[in-house]
């Protein structure tokens, strides 16, 4: 059963940056066969979609954050990534990995990494 493990999340001033990063528990080259996507919740709120890159490494971002955050992946490490950059207070939450086809199933979201911002 795949799970994703994410990490890289920290306390960070406004205007700062972090490099977040996601592995599948587990085998299996997930990233060559499934569209990606980073998911941040913050308190209150429902889990949203940040960013996303297809298998052929089409990218697309919320624009929220277009223009700010990077998403990538290394299929050799079997590591997503997300770049994140000129973040503000309003980026502040857990942020998620997982699959597209995955997402509706609970079993395979992680603990999220928390980033918070501070202004």
């Known amino acids: 059963q795949v799970q994703f493990v994410e990490s890289g999340g920290g306390l960070v001033q406004a205007g700062g940056s972090l490099r977040l990063s996601c592995a599948p528990s587990?085998?299996?080259?997930?990233?060559?066969?499934?569209?990606m996507g980073w998911y941040r919740q913050a308190p209150g709120s429902q889990r949203d979609l940040v960013a996303s890159?297809?298998?052929?490494?089409?990218?697309n971002y919320a624009d929220s954050v277009q223009g700010r955050f990077t998403i990538s992946r290394d299929s050799a490490k079997n590591t997503l990534y997300l770049q994140m950059s000129s973040l503000n207070p309003e980026d502040t939450a857990v942020y998620y990995c997982?699959?597209?086809?995955?997402?509706?199933?609970?079993?395979?979201w992680g603990q999220g990494t928390q980033v918070t911002v501070s202004s």
């Open positions: 587990g085998s299996g080259d997930i990233f060559k066969y499934y569209t």
């Open positions: 890159i297809t298998t052929s490494g089409t990218t």
């Open positions: 997982n699959a597209d086809v995955f997402r509706l199933r609970p079993e395979t």
